[in-house]
């Protein structure tokens, strides 16, 4: 048996009465679990490791057969807007649709990142060209210029 293997095979050393647990009495174990706790030397550092990480993307400008294809759905969820606000079930069943949006990052130069959102409408705004979705509780404004694809659900 090496030597290591002895230090793994002993006991752990118990000081009864003598000097060494005189001068260190045991620490309690609310103590003992600060010592492992997790520790941010430098604040916010990890935070900006992480945004580092993020690939910023460049807008994709659609085609004119991609924008048609666009404002066609955008009609339909506007005539299914209405519909639905119109007979009443607007309280009941919102229209639910999928739609993946681009997201510009601060201070990246027109970069961001394309999002993808799942969400009741809660309102559609054509002169202000805005679409608000709900999602659990929270509601988010998107920009109709800013989404790449729809999916009415």
Partial sequence: MSRYEKLLASER??????????????????????????????TGYNEALDEQEIVWQERAEPGEAKRQELDDKLQQ?????????????????????????FEEAPGQDGRGLYRTLTGAVVKMDLTHRVLMLRE????????????CEYDIG
């Fill in 77 to 101: 969820l506007w005539r299914l807007y209405k519909e639905r606000k119109r007979s009443g079930k607007w309280a009941f069943e919102p229209p639910v649709v999928t739609v993946t949006y």
């Fill in 136 to 147: 659990g509780d929270n509601t988010l404004q998107i920009g109709l210029c800013e989404i």
């Fill in 13 to 42: 050393p118990t000081h009864d009465q003598d000097d060494f647990s005189a001068k260190h009495p045991p620490m309690p174990r609310e103590k003992r679990a600060k010592l492992f706790a997790p520790f941010d030397a430098l």
